[in-house]
């Protein structure tokens, strides 16, 4: 059984800053390929960031160009999302999400077996 935990979601202020992680429990002695995905009220979930299962690759949406930075810890089954420049728009429930079945990185949802509960940001004007 694999769960993902997430931390790291609060309220910021526009330009500020916050870093999501993410740890995978259970089944550790595997790699994963990794990403974050968010959901705003009303809208469908979009691909926010995906990392490969080393940690070599990274690809991001262009919303976040620039400004988010996905990484893995020395721990390989922790990874982390810093977000700078924060926007209003950049509000939503960030989830995380990990695949054992290929290397990644992966931006579709439906790549993905495994997701955490969320983590909500919120980004005041």
């Known amino acids: 059984q694999v769960q993902l935990v997430e931390s790291g979601g609060g309220l910021v202020q526009a330009g500020g800053s916050l870093r999501l992680s993410c740890a995978v429990h259970g089944r550790t002695s595997r790699s994963y390929a990794m990403g974050w995905f968010r959901q705003a009220p009303g809208k469908e979930r979009e691909f926010v960031a995906a990392i490969s299962w080393s940690g070599g690759s990274t690809d991001y949406a262009d919303s976040v160009k620039g400004r988010f930075t996905f990484s893995r810890g020395n721990d390989k089954n922790t990874v982390y999302l810093q977000m700078n420049s924060l926007k209003p728009e950049d509000t939503a429930v960030y989830y995380c999400?990990?695949?054992?079945?290929?290397?990644?990185?992966?931006?579709?949802?439906?790549?993905?077996?495994?997701w955490g509960q969320g983590t909500q940001v919120t980004v005041s004007s």
């Open positions: 999400a990990a695949d054992a079945s290929h290397l990644g990185p992966l931006c579709y949802p439906d790549e993905y077996d495994y």
